[in-house]
Structures are given as structure tokens and as C-alpha cells.
């Protein structure tokens, strides 16, 4: 709707109401009753009568729902609170899949869509036709701005398959409406911009904001004057402190010291961190290191800002997507866990960064037009190290030792070959070849090989390809969590699960220091969901929902379509 059109309807209201208030609220004048059913969202009914003018979507890598609680008391007034206060926080939410990963959970944020359609069943997977480990996004017809086309690196979203946010509001606004997505990490942007959105991360590599050819020829003149202004570099060597003295950190946190910390890039695993790389001036390796501090949040939020103003964000009443996927929680996280004294202070510094960024948004925007979302994209397991310190069992598992457990099994059963073709997170992919040379039954040798697998003490659960494929496993919360994980093509013969806290294979399986997430546990799934705007209905919500749900929701306060695989709902009693 106009300004105008706004203005003469409530103009009409008002009038109808001064003549006769009760009339007018008993929708018993014809002229009314007209008007109603062609402008539902009236005045008289303390309903927003627009559509947002901007959807600005948080997703945060790496956070927890508990983070909100454990700290809640030292927020700032208008960050995470203006959800947890004024907005609708919906406390039990959750993924419903097996691979609580970076890639799967953004595309499932974006899209409302499981991998069982978009086929991003995980940050890596193995393909067949070709023969290699290969990540997320491969492509090797298109390449990152600034540097040369590679063959097994991450380029373009061709291989997402079906629609999400980013594409359906710029179908349903016949390309009028911008949708951006910015990232520290290359899938992340790509992810959440669809195929026709416009993705910016921070190539480390490059130590500024790139893209795709897939998504533009060339750098818009805006980010390559942002770009001119080498923000990372200001922060080369600067200190990274507690933002409250430390007694505060033993309470909420614990000591800074922990069992299992990493040191990743050389910014040692106590604070004070000082950022180098180990180098004496910025370069690839420093810029790695920045993405681990604080200070890379205040830079995507900067580049954010100059976004929203050089491309003229929720300026008109055709509706633009704003989507910020915060990176350092996740790097941060990973290096000392969910409950260093670290990933507290990220926590409460994010809480600070978003408040500035809400309030630049209230100006530049403002609150009647701007529609706030939260979230994550997964949770994290607290290092396993220090998990067993505390009690329970814990532990960490490489493909190795899951790897022999099969060879042998089935060496025993039809003789000595290369049964595992590959390993990973994504699954276990047999030998065809190996198979279908002794002809036997693929079935039976996917039987095998997950009944020898769950015999190691870090796999909980494994699944094989045929039970999943005919729909046979028993109805539960992890069966519905494997259907929508297993993608034929990209998923693997047997679908492993971990045993409750241990990391199994990936990164971190096989390393000594250092925390993971990518499993079915309530500390990998559960996170925030939380909107705010004039649109929404305050409270908090404790009814179980689903990260599916976040893009639906939008869509429809947005008036726009929806994904064509989306799997999630329209979060209808959040929704004034
Ligand atoms: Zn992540």
C-alpha cells in the first residue's frame, strides 16, 4: 500500500469512528464493511497496516539458547533484550535433522527446507561421479572475485537445489527488491543469498569483502571503497580483555585455563588475546586469526551499515532482506567452548554490537517498518575434554578405527577388498564395485557394515540407506531427524549418529584440542528463535517449533512467496 493509500484509510476511519464508534467496530456500515474486506489490517484494529519495509535476519554461528538465559542479567537494554522483552522469544526451538552443521543450518534457516531437498546434508560430502571429498557449493564453472576458478572449491549455490528467502522476495517483487546476505564465511553468504540474492563475506585469503562471478561480474564501487578502507588491518595486534572483571567469568564461565583449549592462531588461550597470526604486519594468516576475535563483528556490521545506505535498504515500500550471519561465535567457540570465559565475553559483546546496529537501524529505517529476526545455525558440544573432568563420558572419534571395524566385518564375510570407499560425517559410502562384482545385494552389505560400526563407543545409532530410503525405521524424534538429513545423492550407504558427547569424525574427530557440533543432541539443536516489530506479538513462547519455521513466518509478513520445498510453517501465534 502507498503512504497515500495509508493516509485515506485511516482518514476514513477516523471519520467513521468520530461519527459512530460503536457502528464502525460492528463492521455494520456498508461503506465499512467495503472497506474492511479490501484493507483487513486497519487502524481501528492497532494493527500495522504495512508490510516491512526491511527484514534484517541474525544469524548467529554457533549459539546456543542457553546463552540468553546464562547471561541475561548482563545485557544492555536494547540488544538481545528487545527480543527477549519486547518481542517474541520462542524458547523451545529447535533442528530437526541429524547434521547440526553450518551449511545444512543455514540453508534450513533461509529456506525453511531440509536436506532431504536441498541435498546440503553437511559442510563436506562425498561424490560419487567424481570420485572426491568435496564441500558444499563446489563448482568449478564460476569463481571468487580476486582469485582464479578452482576445482573442488566453494564458488556458487547451483547445487542448492529449490527456492528460499533470498530468491522468492526477489521473484515476488519482480527483482524491485534487494536481498543481501553478508558472512565471514563464503557458504554462509552464498547459502543465504540463494541464486539470486547478492552474497559479501571476508576472504581471509584476500583480507577484504569478496563475492561470486555466479552472482556478479564485478564489485559493486560501494564495497570497493569499503574494502579501500582496510578496517581488519586497524586491529592487528590489538588486545582483546574481559569487558567485566574476571570474578564474574569464575561464576558464569569457569577458569579461563580449560582442558582441551585450542590455540589457533597463535592469540594464545588466556586473556588478555592479543590478534597477530604470528606475523609483523597484516596478511593471509592475520586475517585468518582477525575472524576469531570480536573485532570481525564489528566490521560485518559496519560493512551492514554502509549496505543499508549505499543500496538504499527499507527506503520504499518495496521490501528488502537483510541477512547477517555473525561468524566470530563460531570461530571463537570452536578454539574454547560453550562455557570459557571467551565465548561469555563474545556473547556479551555481540549483545553491545547488536544494540549500536539496532539503533542505527531505528534511524535509518525505523521501527514501524523494520521486522526483526534471530537465530542460529547450530549449537556446540562443550570440549570432551573437560566433559570427562566433569563426570561424564566424553570423547572424540576419527574415521580410522570405524574404518577397520567395517574392512574386517565384511573381509570375514566375502573376502579381502577395499569395502569403504569414503568415510565422513555424511556417511559411509561403500564400494559398488567391490559389491556388485561378488553380486551381492547392497542391502545386506549396508546391514553389515552398520552393525560392525555401532560396535565403536563413539557411534550411538547407525542407519542404513535402504531402511531409509522405504521409510522403515521406527516413528521418533530421530528417525524424523534422519529423513530429513538423507539426501540420495549426497548422503552416504549408512548414516552414523555419535554417541551423546563425543565428536565423531570431521575437524574435530580426529584432533586433540578444540569443539565441534554436526549431531542430533539437544546442545547441537537446540537455539534461539526470536522476532521483533510492530508486527509481532510479545511473549515468551515455550511450545516446541522448528528452525523451518523462521523463513515461512517471514515470507508471509513480507507478502511474499514461499520456498518450494519448505518443509517448516508459518509461525501464525507469534503473529499480532
Ligand atoms: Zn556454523
Avoid at 539458547?65 to 527477549?84: K, P, T
Avoid at 582477525?290 to 556490521?301: A, C, I, N
Wanted: hydrophobic residues 35%.
Amino acid at each position: 500500500m502507498s503512504i497515500d493509500g495509508l493516509f485515506k484509510t485511516g482518514l476514513i476511519l477516523s471519520l467513521l469512528l468520530i461519527v459512530n464508534p460503536a457502528e464502525a467496530r460492528d463492521n455494520s456500515g456498508p461503506a465499512l464493511r467495503e472497506e474492511a474486506v479490501s484493507q483487513p489490517q486497519t487502524a481501528s484494529e492497532n494493527q500495522p497496516a504495512a508490510p516491512p519495509r526491511l527484514a534484517v535476519l541474525i544469524i548467529i554461528d554457533q549459539f546456543r539458547h542457553d546463552f540468553l538465559q546464562r547471561f541475561d542479567d548482563l545485557f544492555v537494554e536494547d540488544g538481545f533484550r528487545r527480543f527477549m522483552d519486547r518481542g517474541a522469544w520462542l524458547q523451545d526451538a529447535r533442528f530437526s535433522h541429524v547434521h547440526a552443521s553450518t551449511s545444512p543450518g543455514h540453508s534450513v534457516v533461509t529456506s525453511g527446507t531440509y536436506a532431504h531437498k536441498t541435498g546440503m546434508v553437511n559442510n563436506w560430502w562425498y561424490d560419487r561421479d567424481r570420485g572426491v571429498f568435496q564441500p558444499s557449493l563446489v563448482d568449478p564453472e564460476s569463481h571468487v572475485l580476486g582469485k582464479e576458478p578452482t576445482e573442488n572449491g566453494r564458488a556458487s549455490t547451483r547445487q542448492l537445489e529449490g527456492s528460499s528467502l533470498a530468491d522468492e522476495l526477489r521473484l515476488a517483487t519482480r527483482n524491485r527488491g534487494k536481498a543481501i546476505s553478508i558472512s565471514l564465511k563464503d557458504y554462509s553468504a552464498m547459502i543465504t543469498a540463494g541464486k539470486l540474492g547478492d552474497p559479501y563475506w571476508f576472504e581471509a585469503s584476500l583480507g577484504r569483502i569478496t563475492s561470486s562471478s555466479y552472482f556478479m561480474d564485478d564489485l559493486p564501487d560501494w564495497v570497493k571503497r569499503f574494502n579501500a578502507r582496510k578496517l581488519p588491518d586497524q586491529s592487528f595486534g590489538r588486545k582483546w580483555e574481559r569487558l567485566f572483571p574476571e570474578e564474574l567469568y569464575l561464576e558464569r564461565a569457569g577458569e579461563d585455563i580449560r582442558e582441551g583449549e585450542e590455540d589457533n592462531r597463535d592469540s594464545g588461550i588466556t586473556f588478555p588475546h592479543v590478534t597477530k597470526g604470528g606475523l609483523e604486519a597484516p596478511g593471509p594468516r592475520y586475517w585468518n586469526a582477525f575472524k576469531h576475535t570480536p573485532w570481525s563483528t564489528d566490521y560485518q556490521l559496519e560493512f551492514a551499515r554502509q549496505a543499508i545506505i549505499e543500496e538504499g535498504l527499507g527506503q520504499d515500500d518495496i521490501p528488502d532482506v537483510l541477512i547477517i550471519c555473525l561468524s566470530a561465535n563460531d570461530y571463537i567457540g570452536h578454539d574454547f567452548g560453550p562455557y570459557s570465559q571467551e565465548t561469555m565475553d563474545a556473547t556479551l559483546r555481540t549483545d553491545r554490537q547488536l544494540a549500536d546496529f539496532f539503533a542505527f537501524l531505528d534511524e535509518r529505517v525505523g521501527r514501524d517498518h523494520t521486522l526483526l529476526a534471530l537465530t542460529a545455525d547450530h549449537g556446540v558440544m562443550d570440549l570432551p575434554e573437560q566433559l570427562k573432568l566433569d563426570g561424564l563420558e566424553a570423547g572424540r572419534a576419527g574415521p580410522e578405527p570405524l574404518t577397520a571395524l567395517v574392512e574386517e566385518a565384511l573381509d570375514g564375510l566375502h573376502g579381502e577388498d577395499d569395502w569403504v570407499e569414503h568415510l565422513a560425517e555424511s556417511g559411509l559410502y561403500l564400494n559398488y564395485d567391490a559389491i556388485d562384482s561378488r553380486a551381492l545385494s547392497r542391502d545386506e552389505v549396508e546391514q553389515t557394515a552398520a552393525e560392525a560400526i555401532v560396535a565403536h563407543p563413539a557411534v550411538w545409532r547407525a542407519y542404513t540407506r535402504h531402511r531409509i530410503e522405504r521409510r522403515q525405521l521406527p516413528e521418533s524424534d530421530l528417525t524424523q531427524a534422519v529423513y530429513h538429513s538423507f539426501h540420495s545423492r549426497n548422503s552416504g550407504d549408512v548414516m552414523l549418529v555419535s554417541k551423546p558427547f563425543y565428536l565423531l569424525l570431521g575437524e574435530y574427530g580426529s584432533a586433540t584440542v578444540g569443539t565441534s557440533h554436526g549431531w542430533p543432541h539437544e546442545y547441537d539443536l537446540h537455539v534461539p528463535i526470536m522476532f521483533h516489530g510492530p508486527w509481532i506479538a510479545a511473549g515468551h513462547y515455550r511450545h516446541r517449533v522448528d528452525t523451518a519455521d523462521i523463513t515461512p513466518t517471514i515470507c508471509n509478513l513480507l507478502q511474499i512467496t514461499l520456498p518450494s520445498g519448505r518443509d517448516g510453517r508459518i509461525l501464525g501465534e507469534i503473529i499480532r
